[in-house]
């Protein structure tokens, strides 16, 4: 993929953001995702701030390169790393969560594209309030 | 009679001067260290082209192993990249360490698709699999459990595995355990002391 297109693809994630109505006092920090090859599982990390008044629950998420996606966290328990799903994450106001390699993360399964570095992709965070929150992730190896 | 008393205190202040220095020389890690050292048991598992890798005949270099799988998304491709730049850091030295990642989840987990899986990280990453017995019979020597989590598909199940990474230095000993997370140039510093 050449510059010119992924700057566009970032673009167009910025533009959708706004059209959604993309919660400013929730707008994620730092997205990345891990390169795959087709089919395989990989994982997308970002933070998500609550500057609301109230908790903030994020509910569900879907990626497009993906055929699913879930919140999962990896536990650490006697040197043995288990992966944990989670159906919500819930932000207290002020509080932030982080989705970080080796603990929370959206797990996603079967990607559809080979994803390389550099490439972008949107993940889309439905919250408890009922809002997407749209996140451009850069690809990293 | 003085002198002999002499003499001796000059023994005790030399001996101890000794293990002081001894004891300073001794490098320290950062990774678990286990004492005594045992013999890293066997790693009888196929590498891409189908051939047994021979753990044995690695000796004269540090090998690294780490027990994952190939759906996994999160430790396992971590601990893969904080290896690539412990390799970076290790620069030339790097010639002398082997970077092994076993497959534990023989259903999925063939040799060729263990070792694109590690190798897409850094080329110079191995990645071994095996039939079931075959892997089961391996974790079982280095007294590693495994299990298929609760929940998921037959295709997309998530595999609990070890998460620290396992040292073996030039003799073929298991030397360390080095937990999950240690940065890269931690991870490099107990190689090049091993080296």
Same mark, same amino acid.
């Given at each position: 993929m050449d510059q010119s297109s992924r700057v566009a693809r970032v673009s167009l994630a910025a533009i959708l953001a706004v059209a959604c109505g993309t919660a400013q006092d929730a707008a994620p920090a730092g997205p990345w995702m891990r390169a795959g090859e087709v089919g395989a599982m990989t994982a997308a990390y970002f933070t998500v701030p609550n500057a609301g008044p109230d908790t903030l629950r994020l509910v569900a998420v879907e990626v497009d390169a993906a055929e699913r996606a879930s919140f999962h966290e990896t536990r650490d328990s006697a040197g043995t790393a288990r992966m944990v799903p989670r159906d919500t994450i819930a932000i207290a106001p002020g509080d932030s969560a982080v989705l970080a390699p080796r603990g929370l993360h959206v797990m996603v399964h079967g990607l559809r594209v080979k994803l390389v570095a550099g490439d972008t992709v949107v993940v889309r965070v439905l919250s408890s309030r009922r809002d997407t929150i749209l996140v451009s992730t850069l690809v990293h190896e | 009679m003085r002198s002999r008393v002499r003499w001796r205190a000059a023994s005790l202040v030399c001996a101890s001067a000794c293990v002081v220095a001894l004891v300073a020389c001794r490098p320290t890690f950062h990774g678990v260290v286990l004492e005594p050292p045992g013999p890293a048991p066997p790693l009888a598992l196929a590498d891409s082209t189908g051939a047994t890798f021979d753990? $044995?005949?690695? @000796?004269?270099k540090v090998v690294l192993v780490f027990f994952g799988y190939?759906?996994?998304?999160?430790v396992c491709p971590t601990t893969l990249a904080d290896w690539r730049k412990a390799k970076a850091l290790l620069g $030339?030295?790097? @010639?002398d360490v082997r970077w092994i990642f076993v497959g534990v989840d023989a259903e999925r987990d063939t040799p060729l698709a263990t070792h694109r899986y590690a190798a897409r990280i850094d080329p110079a990453f191995t990645g071994l699999g095996g039939t079931p017995a075959a892997v089961q019979a391996t974790l079982a020597q280095w007294k590693i459990g495994v299990f298929r989590d609760a929940g998921g598909s037959d295709a997309a199940y998530t595999v609990s595995h070890p998460s620290a990474v396992y040292v073996i230095d030039?003799?073929?000993?298991?030397?360390l355990l080095q937990r999950s997370g240690l940065p890269p140039a931690e991870v490099a510093e107990d190689i090049r002391n091993l080296l």
């Amino acid at each position: 993929m050449d510059q010119s297109s992924r700057v566009a693809r970032v673009s167009l994630a910025a533009i959708l953001a706004v059209a959604c109505g993309t919660a400013q006092d929730a707008a994620p920090a730092g997205p990345w995702m891990r390169a795959g090859e087709v089919g395989a599982m990989t994982a997308a990390y970002f933070t998500v701030p609550n500057a609301g008044p109230d908790t903030l629950r994020l509910v569900a998420v879907e990626v497009d390169a993906a055929e699913r996606a879930s919140f999962h966290e990896t536990r650490d328990s006697a040197g043995t790393a288990r992966m944990v799903p989670r159906d919500t994450i819930a932000i207290a106001p002020g509080d932030s969560a982080v989705l970080a390699p080796r603990g929370l993360h959206v797990m996603v399964h079967g990607l559809r594209v080979k994803l390389v570095a550099g490439d972008t992709v949107v993940v889309r965070v439905l919250s408890s309030r009922r809002d997407t929150i749209l996140v451009s992730t850069l690809v990293h190896e | 009679m003085r002198s002999r008393v002499r003499w001796r205190a000059a023994s005790l202040v030399c001996a101890s001067a000794c293990v002081v220095a001894l004891v300073a020389c001794r490098p320290t890690f950062h990774g678990v260290v286990l004492e005594p050292p045992g013999p890293a048991p066997p790693l009888a598992l196929a590498d891409s082209t189908g051939a047994t890798f021979d753990l $044995a005949a690695q @000796r004269g270099k540090v090998v690294l192993v780490f027990f994952g799988y190939t759906h996994c998304p999160d430790v396992c491709p971590t601990t893969l990249a904080d290896w690539r730049k412990a390799k970076a850091l290790l620069g $030339a030295d790097a @010639r002398d360490v082997r970077w092994i990642f076993v497959g534990v989840d023989a259903e999925r987990d063939t040799p060729l698709a263990t070792h694109r899986y590690a190798a897409r990280i850094d080329p110079a990453f191995t990645g071994l699999g095996g039939t079931p017995a075959a892997v089961q019979a391996t974790l079982a020597q280095w007294k590693i459990g495994v299990f298929r989590d609760a929940g998921g598909s037959d295709a997309a199940y998530t595999v609990s595995h070890p998460s620290a990474v396992y040292v073996i230095d030039r003799e073929g000993r298991h030397r360390l355990l080095q937990r999950s997370g240690l940065p890269p140039a931690e991870v490099a510093e107990d190689i090049r002391n091993l080296l």
